[in-house]
């Protein structure tokens, strides 16, 4: 039996910012988890590959406006620098 991911308490050490603004990014990376879980099979943040944030960033993301992509960025920016990547996303 294995343990729920808690994106909380990883994201717990990068979030700063506004009450809202934690909590916009909390619900965005649950979003981004769910949909490379269930697409990639991969649970956690440690297993993903650039592909797989592409992916999501490119399919799940195209039809949604601008202001959205945006925010989505920053919370990939957020994952990105839990994991100490280099990942880097254009606006």
């Keep these: 039996m294995s343990k729920v991911f808690d994106m909380d308490l ?3 050490g990068v979030l700063t910012g506004s009450h809202a603004s934690r909590q916009r990014h909390l ?3 649950k979003i981004i988890q769910a ?3 269930q697409h990639w099979q991969r649970e956690t943040p440690w297993a993903w ?3 797989h ?4 960033f490119d399919n799940r993301l195209k039809h ?17 620098r839990r ?8 606006l």
């Design 27 to 29: 619900r965005q990376a």
């Design 83 to 90: 994991l100490e990547t280099s990942w880097v996303f254009k």
């Design 53 to 56: 944030v592409t992916w999501f």
């Design 64 to 80: 949604r406006s601008e202001a959205t992509r945006y925010y989505y960025v920053l919370t990939f920016r957020l994952i990105a």
């Design 49 to 51: 590959q650039r592909k």
């Design 35 to 37: 949909e490379i879980a």
């Design 10 to 12: 990883f994201l717990a």
